[in-house]
């Protein structure tokens, strides 16, 4: 059975049998843009990094979050930005929010 960690310095994610679990840089989201070109063009810094949760088997997305939502679901309070953190707050809320009757999708 799948059970794997991996990270480097800018993601971090794990996988298991049923669903892949990501958050970095190479999702990302900018509320005036719809490219990273177009930030890039317009010299805008808004764009955040995404948490994602995928199914493992035919890798649809099933959740994203960016880092500012991340930040509002977080009902304690602890400091820094740490990858981490933003990770088990994603996988947190992905079970809050998939109950075990449709687990299976
Ligand atoms: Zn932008």
Known sequence: MKNEFFYSDD???SENEKYNFYYGYEVT?????KTEQECDDKDCDERE???T???????????KLTTSELEKFKTN???GDSMS?????GINHFFNKFNESNMHI
């Not at 995928?54 to 997305?61: E, G, H, I, Q, T």
């Not at 953190?85 to 707050?89: A, E, N, V």
């Open 29 to 33: 989201h900018c509320k005036k843009h």
């Open 77 to 79: 309070k602890w400091g």
């Open 49 to 51: 990094w995404c948490f």
């Open 85 to 89: 953190m933003y990770l088990i707050t």
């Open 53 to 63: 949760a995928r199914n493992a088997v035919n890798n649809n997305l099933l959740l």
């Open 11 to 13: 993601y971090i994610g």
